[in-house]
């Protein structure tokens, strides 16, 4: 009798849903839908703002110098079209006849009146317009030039700069999640006296400004020996930093210390509870600090220029890019193709990890 009475229940259950899901929405209010418009408006603005700068730099990177200094040239990369009539090269214009813009090639120019010819029909003849070609505008074809980052790749000696800078972003971020997660883990899991002043202490170096460390430090590595090297850039990735520990520290307060306990009855050690049991549950937070060091370490301009000044070979893209900009500041194209080229990697590696690396700061930052 229970069997029927649940069955009949469920029965009108799946019915009152499929009744819902066939019922006809409500219309919205216009006062909702203007709202929502605005909303989308504003967003699409201004994220139009923001990338507006990169699609000018992308677009900049693909005009050759006489491009940029060609005079009322078109926004995008074009050259000026021409046509060949008699064995001459002739200049092409939009010429009104009749009402429509038509693209002709000048023939022979005059104050009064001019003479073109059709370059889409050049046997009807020569065609005669009244008015001062001075007047008309340039026919333009798209003409963009890839070929500039292949000069750049060569000019900047582009694959030793980036081998540099992936190797000391690579090792960086090892040595960073390594240490980070070793002290994250003392201060989430083992009570030890003067625990919380010293989490106080590592969190206040956050607000320490780097500028008053540079002379000490350099100081420092100018004794042992290790300025010209990668050592003054990578051994401090192996001794912590506050941000990271800080991070990797409130997400490991969120895992039950009761999966710890079951870890410490079958037996496992504090290095193999981690091991096993918090690092499994961490890899969002894990991955977000990679992610975050790898972008740092990609875009350090001032650390590989006071250490790697008289290095070139082991100098990275970021210090590269700027001598080549030195060199090259009187061809913007090249500027900016090399700009792009440097910014690559780091734009696939978050959209690659994007959904782990927002999840991984959402949960650090919110549910602690």
């Given at each position: 009798m229970d069997t029927s009475a649940g069955r009949l229940q469920d029965l009108a259950v799946a019915r009152a849903a499929r009744r819902r899901r066939f019922m006809p929405r409500r219309p919205r209010r216009p006062a909702d839908a203007a709202r929502s418009f605005t909303l989308t408006f504003i967003v699409v603005v201004v994220v139009a703002a923001f990338l507006s700068p990169i699609a000018r730099t992308v677009l900049v990177s693909l005009k050759t110098p006489s491009q940029l200094s060609e005079t009322d040239s078109p926004f995008l990369p074009s050259v000026p079209q021409t046509f060949t009539f008699e064995g001459v090269d002739r200049d092409v214009y939009v010429v009104p006849v009749d009402g429509t813009d038509r693209?002709?090639?000048?023939?022979?120019p005059g104050r009064q009146s001019s003479q073109f010819v059709d370059p889409a029909n050049p046997g009807?003849?020569?065609i005669t317009w009244q008015g001062s070609w001075r007047t008309l505008d340039r026919a333009w074809a798209l003409s963009p030039a890839f070929s500039n980052f292949g000069d750049v790749w060569e000019l900047i000696d582009f694959p030793r700069l980036l081998s540099n800078t992936i190797a000391i972003a690579v090792i960086g971020m090892v040595g960073t999640i390594v240490s980070c997660v070793l002290v994250?883990?003392?201060?989430?899991?083992?009570?030890?006296?003067?625990r919380t002043l010293l989490?106080?202490?590592l969190v206040a170096t956050i607000f320490l400004p780097?500028?008053?460390?540079?002379i000490p430090?350099?100081?420092?590595?100018?004794?042992l020996g290790w300025v010209g090297t990668w050592l003054p850039l990578l051994v401090p990735t192996f001794f912590a930093n506050a941000y990271d520990v800080f991070?990797?520290?409130?997400?490991?307060?969120?895992?039950p210390r009761e999966m710890d306990e079951a870890a410490s009855i079958d037996g496992a050690g504090p290095f193999r509870t981690l091991i096993s049991v918090i690092l499994p549950?961490?890899?969002p937070v894990v991955i977000a600090v990679a992610i975050f060091h790898l972008v740092y370490s990609w875009n350090d301009f001032f650390g590989p220029l006071i250490y790697l000044s008289t290095k070139p070979e082991l100098q990275t893209l970021a210090v590269g890019l700027q001598r080549f900009n030195g060199i090259h500041y009187r061809n913007p194209a090249y500027v900016q193709a090399g700009t792009l080229m440097t910014m690559l990697i780091p734009v696939v590696l978050f959209l690659i990890f994007q959904r782990v690396f927002i999840r991984g700061v959402v949960i650090t930052g919110v549910e602690k």
């Amino acid at each position: 009798m229970d069997t029927s009475a649940g069955r009949l229940q469920d029965l009108a259950v799946a019915r009152a849903a499929r009744r819902r899901r066939f019922m006809p929405r409500r219309p919205r209010r216009p006062a909702d839908a203007a709202r929502s418009f605005t909303l989308t408006f504003i967003v699409v603005v201004v994220v139009a703002a923001f990338l507006s700068p990169i699609a000018r730099t992308v677009l900049v990177s693909l005009k050759t110098p006489s491009q940029l200094s060609e005079t009322d040239s078109p926004f995008l990369p074009s050259v000026p079209q021409t046509f060949t009539f008699e064995g001459v090269d002739r200049d092409v214009y939009v010429v009104p006849v009749d009402g429509t813009d038509r693209t002709l090639a000048l023939v022979k120019p005059g104050r009064q009146s001019s003479q073109f010819v059709d370059p889409a029909n050049p046997g009807a003849g020569l065609i005669t317009w009244q008015g001062s070609w001075r007047t008309l505008d340039r026919a333009w074809a798209l003409s963009p030039a890839f070929s500039n980052f292949g000069d750049v790749w060569e000019l900047i000696d582009f694959p030793r700069l980036l081998s540099n800078t992936i190797a000391i972003a690579v090792i960086g971020m090892v040595g960073t999640i390594v240490s980070c997660v070793l002290v994250a883990y003392g201060f989430a899991r083992f009570r030890f006296p003067g625990r919380t002043l010293l989490f106080t202490l590592l969190v206040a170096t956050i607000f320490l400004p780097a500028a008053v460390t540079i002379i000490p430090t350099y100081t420092m590595f100018s004794k042992l020996g290790w300025v010209g090297t990668w050592l003054p850039l990578l051994v401090p990735t192996f001794f912590a930093n506050a941000y990271d520990v800080f991070l990797l520290r409130q997400y490991m307060l969120t895992i039950p210390r009761e999966m710890d306990e079951a870890a410490s009855i079958d037996g496992a050690g504090p290095f193999r509870t981690l091991i096993s049991v918090i690092l499994p549950q961490a890899w969002p937070v894990v991955i977000a600090v990679a992610i975050f060091h790898l972008v740092y370490s990609w875009n350090d301009f001032f650390g590989p220029l006071i250490y790697l000044s008289t290095k070139p070979e082991l100098q990275t893209l970021a210090v590269g890019l700027q001598r080549f900009n030195g060199i090259h500041y009187r061809n913007p194209a090249y500027v900016q193709a090399g700009t792009l080229m440097t910014m690559l990697i780091p734009v696939v590696l978050f959209l690659i990890f994007q959904r782990v690396f927002i999840r991984g700061v959402v949960i650090t930052g919110v549910e602690k």
